[in-house]
């Protein structure tokens, strides 16, 4: 029997074990041939070069394991990757390559991509501990080195922390995925694979920017201004401020974009025209000040008092708007920049009002175990909208470089059809299957992603 086969009729870890690998698998990837293909081209449409096809299957690193994917979901990476933008990700792979020794594997013509993966794990390497053949895992889009000495005090601090499908190869949008051992999060048993694979790397960040020791600190009644609150990132930021006892306050582009985020939980919702906030207002100190103080006017009349934290992705249209707008002594959590990466902001806002800018990135382990902990819990569920097929990617991907999705986009890898995987039916039940899809009834038909 092939290790496909086995997977796919649920066999028991013996038989798993027994199973023969492929030599090869299908993945969604990016050729080191097509880094040219845009250009000064002004719309790199990412279909144009996100293939799915096959690719070797490498050996494992005695710290690894195989995991047989069932799902995956688009992360902003895949579309920053498909672009080549701001350098093509086959710089990142020939750097890690420089290493040596198992490293080299990933500096291959091809680039599997994939931050996000949820599956079996069916092969380890020899000095994998803890993990058994058969158990059913997510996989943490922080890939660190636990020989690191940083990394003993937190496994984001070390100098050669990588993003796993962006930095690395054999990424999570394929058949089969490469991670380490030090990556693998408990699946919550009472989820679909589609639905768990939204988690790792949305749901963990924002735990990480909010909860964490290492982030922001909410704590109840936090008022919380939260950009872009029904995207992938915001819609678990939203929960996580409600679920926490705090007040969100989202910031969304569309009255569609608005119900999603009132269905999640935001006790205010801002439609970025009601402050005149677009792709380009960051490079402009005076729209950002005029901006500012609308969206300050508006938070003060519906709560009473300015955001005590901002939730900051978005980068050149917001960051300055979001330096402006926290309270004083307030905190900007910033781990992204999906609009450009260099912002410009009135610095006396910052220093005269002892505000705060905390750098936040992904999660560590502990983290995002007990960020899974809180779904099992049911205070948090799944923020997935849309499913693909993987044979589809460019069309999802595109529907996210677009900003045309809500909440994540799930892809459906080895998993033949959406709804399996769940091996706690009694929770799941419990806590409703409606209430664990808020955002499904917002899922876009691949054809919105067609310009």
């Given at each position: 029997?092939?290790?496909?086969?086995?997977?796919?009729?649920?066999?028991?870890?013996?038989?798993?074990?027994?199973?023969?690998?492929?030599?090869?698998?299908?993945?969604?990837?990016?050729?080191?041939?097509?880094?040219?293909?845009?250009?000064?081209?002004?719309?790199?449409?990412?279909?144009?070069?996100?293939?799915?096809?096959?690719?070797?299957?490498?050996?494992?690193?005695?710290?690894?394991?195989?995991?047989?994917?069932?799902?995956?979901?688009?992360?902003?990476?895949?579309?920053?990757?498909?672009?080549?933008?701001?350098?093509?990700?086959?710089?990142?792979?020939?750097?890690?390559?420089?290493?040596?020794?198992?490293?080299?594997?990933?500096?291959?013509?091809?680039?599997?991509?994939?931050?996000?993966?949820?599956?079996?794990?069916?092969?380890?390497?020899?000095?994998?501990?803890?993990?058994?053949?058969?158990?059913?895992?997510?996989?943490?889009?922080?890939r660190v080195d636990d020989q690191e000495p940083a990394n003993?005090?937190?496994?984001?601090?070390?100098?050669?922390?990588?993003?796993?499908?962006?930095?690395?190869?054999?990424?999570?949008?394929?058949?089969?995925?490469?991670?380490?051992?030090?990556?693998?999060?408990?699946?919550?048993?009472?989820?679909?694979?589609?639905?768990?694979?939204?988690?790792?790397?949305?749901?963990?960040?924002?735990?990480?920017?909010?909860?964490?020791?290492?982030?922001?600190?909410?704590?109840?009644?936090?008022?919380?201004?939260?950009?872009?609150?029904?995207?992938?990132?915001?819609?678990?930021?939203?929960?996580?401020?409600?679920?926490?006892?705090?007040?969100?306050v989202g910031v969304v582009g569309s009255e569609e974009k608005?119900?999603?985020?009132?269905?999640?939980?935001?006790?205010?919702?801002?439609?970025?025209?009601?402050?005149?906030?677009?792709?380009?207002?960051?490079?402009?100190?005076?729209?950002?000040?005029?901006?500012?103080?609308?969206?300050?006017?508006?938070?003060?009349?519906?709560?009473?008092?300015?955001?005590?934290?901002?939730?900051?992705?978005?980068?050149?249209?917001?960051?300055?708007?979001?330096?402006?707008?926290?309270?004083?002594?307030?905190?900007?959590?910033?781990?992204?920049?999906?609009?450009?990466?260099?912002?410009?902001?009135?610095?006396?806002?910052?220093?005269?009002?002892l505000k705060r800018v905390i750098g936040s990135h992904v999660?560590?382990?502990?983290?995002?175990?007990?960020?899974?902990?809180?779904?099992?819990?049911?205070?948090?569920?799944?923020?997935?909208?849309?499913?693909?097929?993987?044979?589809?990617?460019?069309?999802?991907?595109?529907?996210?470089?677009?900003?045309?999705?809500?909440?994540?986009?799930?892809?459906?890898?080895?998993?033949?059809?959406?709804?399996?995987?769940?091996?706690?039916?009694?929770?799941?039940?419990?806590?409703?299957?409606?209430?664990?899809?808020?955002?499904?009834?917002?899922?876009?038909?691949?054809?919105?992603?067609?310009?």
């Amino acid at each position: 029997m092939s290790l496909t086969d086995a997977v796919l009729s649920g066999a028991c870890p013996d038989d798993l074990e027994r199973a023969t690998p492929p030599s090869h698998f299908t993945a969604a990837h990016l050729r080191v041939e097509d880094e040219g293909t845009f250009g000064d081209t002004e719309d790199k449409d990412v279909r144009r070069t996100l293939r799915v096809g096959e690719v070797p299957m490498p050996e494992l690193a005695p710290d690894e394991v195989l995991v047989a994917v069932m799902a995956s979901s688009v992360n902003y990476n895949t579309v920053w990757s498909a672009k080549f933008e701001p350098v093509s990700t086959f710089r990142f792979l020939r750097s890690y390559a420089r290493q040596g020794g198992w490293a080299t594997r990933h500096d291959q013509p091809f680039h599997v991509l994939g931050s996000d993966a949820a599956g079996v794990v069916v092969r380890m390497g020899s000095g994998v501990r803890r993990r058994r053949i058969g158990d059913h895992v997510l996989v943490n889009a922080a890939r660190v080195d636990d020989q690191e000495p940083a990394n003993q005090a937190d496994g984001m601090l070390g100098e050669h922390q990588l993003a796993w499908g962006y930095e690395t190869n054999y990424g999570g949008l394929a058949h089969y995925a490469i991670a380490r051992a030090s990556q693998l999060i408990p699946k919550p048993p009472h989820l679909t694979w589609e639905e768990a694979a939204t988690i790792p790397a949305c749901a963990g960040t924002a735990y990480r920017m909010l909860v964490s020791d290492r982030g922001a600190r909410m704590k109840q009644g936090d008022v919380v201004l939260i950009w872009g609150a029904s995207g992938g990132l915001g819609a678990y930021a939203v929960q996580l401020v409600r679920n926490g006892g705090g007040i969100a306050v989202g910031v969304v582009g569309s009255e569609e974009k608005a119900a999603a985020a009132r269905k999640l939980g935001c006790d205010v919702v801002v439609n970025r025209r009601e402050i005149g906030v677009g792709d380009d207002e960051g490079g402009d100190p005076e729209l950002t000040l005029k901006a500012g103080k609308r969206l300050g006017r508006i938070i003060r009349d519906a709560v009473g008092a300015d955001p005590d934290i901002v939730f900051e992705h978005v980068g050149r249209s917001t960051f300055g708007i979001s330096v402006f707008v926290v309270k004083r002594g307030g905190t900007v959590v910033t781990c992204g920049s999906s609009t450009g990466y260099a912002h410009q902001f009135d610095n006396r806002y910052l220093w005269m009002r002892l505000k705060r800018v905390i750098g936040s990135h992904v999660a560590n382990l502990q983290e995002q175990v007990e960020c899974a902990r809180l779904f099992t819990l049911g205070g948090v569920v799944p923020a997935l909208s849309s499913v693909f097929p993987l044979d589809e990617i460019g069309e999802a991907t595109r529907l996210v470089q677009l900003n045309r999705h809500i909440g994540k986009v799930g892809v459906l890898c080895l998993a033949p059809s959406p709804g399996l995987g769940v091996t706690a039916p009694e929770l799941r039940a419990r806590i409703g299957a409606e209430a664990l899809n808020p955002l499904r009834e917002f899922a876009a038909h691949p054809s919105t992603a067609i310009d």
